[in-house]
């Protein structure tokens, strides 16, 4: 296990500098500048439309970037993609789709694997560990389909799991879920973090995320704070992160992003 | 539906403009024979032809059911069709190239033009505000209409040896040379090796391109590469089937393997074997059949398969569907008499044991012979004990009336307490409920309910106890003591 917070030559998880996206020509995020620091647990909080997503996939350079750059552990995402595991948003997958729930968790492990190398012994029981984790084992021959909302939550988890990453990235992984599964994945971040793994969550909801996580990222297009969650959980705060659009900066980006796509 | 409209209208202007070419195109260019002969001939295999014809077909079964599957499963199907009416001008420009009827020239030129469509769809979808349909809808009828035109005045140029190349539009198998069966040959076993070897990696970029992406797979390199597979797939195939419809080999066996299993792997076994069938089943009909191209009939037998599936399919077919439907509202039924037996012993707090099948009736507003025809299923089910004069409970059969009545009842405090509706709104629902609740969920409604006694109309909800406690006892022993809630009091 590793020390949380060690020596402070190590990079740093994730690093991003005056990072800017905008895409069809919805101004989403502006100029942020973040250092996370190893084994912090970050809940992303802010109002609908902030950009928490879009903040989660440009650091894995999913979405172009307008301008700025990110680091993981000190390099490129591409260089580094193997140290970083990400639980998507539910609904962008479609759940008709033939397969089973082993064969997703077991997608966690591609990144180890070469291209056109099937996974092994060793990638089968770490799929089936992950899968115990999330009390889901007994579900592994299940058809996708047929599971309820928190099931397919709790598979999703399973799958990144079985990625054994330094850096997590969640995308709403309490979205749609039943309160015992809520406080069976929250157990399960605390497990990561405890093993000195940085996280960053996505969230929809204040109240919990306060108790949830032990860092916060306040997001409204722009970052408004990031710290410790006794530091930043304030009225103030808050109130800059929910207190109505910045509508001069939103037209400004339309405008930006309007003339780069005209480019 | 109005692009299908558009595209029926195409098709019947064809027939209108180019009467000749539909007609033109037979598989046989046999003399007048007895339909007898003719099937005999088939199976007999002896015509050279009609072998390099069957071998075409089933090798562009297999390319096109193999490469269909991904294109329904990443919702892509249209795309075969943008793709398939985009090569037509591809055709005309390989044939131009030399002036012959090359396979090799017409599968590259039509295999750049295809991809030349695919590209223009991309680039109309990244730089207008259109969606991938109306994009699809416009490369395909554009490139279509512009292979028209090329191939009509192809068709009026002096010289060179032209015949053979309307075929393209419905397709003949008869046409195909030995180099076009090599070419389907090639294509297949390109096909075969290629989703062999990337089959985590198609499976991975079709489900979740983003978290392919997230772990460093080249997802658009997949995209493209498929896109590729298909374009020579639809190219290699466009001699047996034609233009027009090769769409339907692409999608149609792949739909009804989808209907078949649930499983990626297996899916593209059935797919393969399907259109192979489909190849088999078209070649046949329109050997037989005179002055018909193969391309219709092979859809026509696709669509048969197609039906097969969609009714005998083992679990998403109509007639599983059905069977499952009428089993279950048997069992609805039984158990619903179950729980009127239980009614009329409780209506007399569980003083006697044996119902008659009068009271039964009356209570279940039937006539007497449909409650001796459903009291003959639970004696012979094991539920029921039948007498001269009347019923009674089997161990089993009290067990599962106790368990059904609970779960009404729970079910009714749940949505009244919980979701406060009104006592009288929660009984229909409960009469749904109480067949389909398991154990786990009834632990936990009991627990949520603090293990209440009674339901909202102030009946006594049967709990774990009573329905254990009567397999203690024998049958004709403390009758009283069987009654639910003693237990409890």
Known sequence: MRQVGSSETNPPPLEVHDLTVAYQKKPVLYGVDLIVPQGAMVGIVGPNGAGKSTLIKAVMGLLPLSSGWVKIFGRSYRESCQRVGYVPQRESVDWDFPINVMEVVLMGRYGRLRLGQRPGKRDREVAAECLDKVKMLPFAKRQIGNLSGGQQQRVFLARALAQESDLYLMDEP??????????????????????????????????????YFDHLLLLNMRLVAFGRTEEIFTPENLQTTYGGRLTILSEVVRVLSTQSENR | MKRKTIKWGFLVGLLLVLPNLAGAARISELAEEDLINQVGRFFSLSDPTLRLALLGTILLGVSCGIMG???????????????????????????????????????????????????????????????????????????????????????????????????????????????????????TMLTLVAVFAFFKELRITSFDPGFARAIGLPVQVFHYGLMLLLAFAI???????????????????????????????????????????????????????????????????????????????????????????????ALVRQENTLKALYHVLESEDFRRDVVTREELAQRRRETLEEINAEVKKLSRNGMVTTFRDGISFTPQGWQRACEIVRNHRLWELYLTNAAHLAPDHVHDDAEQIEHVLGEEVVRQLERRLNFAKRDPHGKLIPGLEDIRQWRGTGWNTGRRAVGYGQGER
Request: hydrophobic letters at 60%; proline letters at 3%.
């Open chain 2, 69 to 187: 599957v991904f294109l329904v499963i990443r919702r892509l199907a249209l795309m075969g069709d943008a793709l398939s009416h985009a090569v037509l001008p591809g055709i005309t420009l390989g044939f131009l190239w030399n002036m012959r009827k090359d396979p090799v020239a017409i599968f590259f030129c039509a295999t750049a033009v295809g991809l030349l469509g695919a590209a223009v769809v991309q680039w109309l979808r990244q730089t207008t505000k259109h969606k991938e349909d109306a994009a699809l809808g416009f490369v395909l009828a554009s490139f279509f209409g512009v292979g028209i035109c090329l191939l009509t005045m192809v068709q009026n140029l002096p010289g060179g040896s032209k015949s053979g190349l309307d075929k393209f539009l419905f397709g003949q198998a008869a046409a195909m040379g030995v180099r076009d069966v090599w070419l389907l040959g090639v294509v």
């Open chain 2, 235 to 329: 190219v290699s195939a466009l001699q047996a089937v034609g233009v027009v419809l090769v769409t339907a080999m692409l999608v149609i066996p792949a739909a009804a393997a989808v209907l078949l299993t649930d499983r990626l792997g297996w899916m593209l076994v059935w797919a393969a074997g399907l259109g192979a069938l489909t190849g088999v089943v078209g070649a046949f009909f329109s050997f037989v059949g005179r002055n018909l191209p193969t391309g219709p009939f092979m859809v026509l037998a696709a669509g048969l398969v197609f039906a097969l599936a969609l009714f005998f399919g083992p679990r998403h077919g109509i007639l599983a569907r059905w069977w499952a439907h009428r089993s279950r509202r």
């Open chain 1, 174 to 211: 309490f979205l749609g879920v039943d309160a015992a599964t809520e406080a069976a994945i929250v157990e399960i971040l605390r497990e990561l973090r405890r093993q000195g793994k940085t996280l960053m969550v996505v969230h929809h909801d204040l109240p919990s995320a306060r108790e």
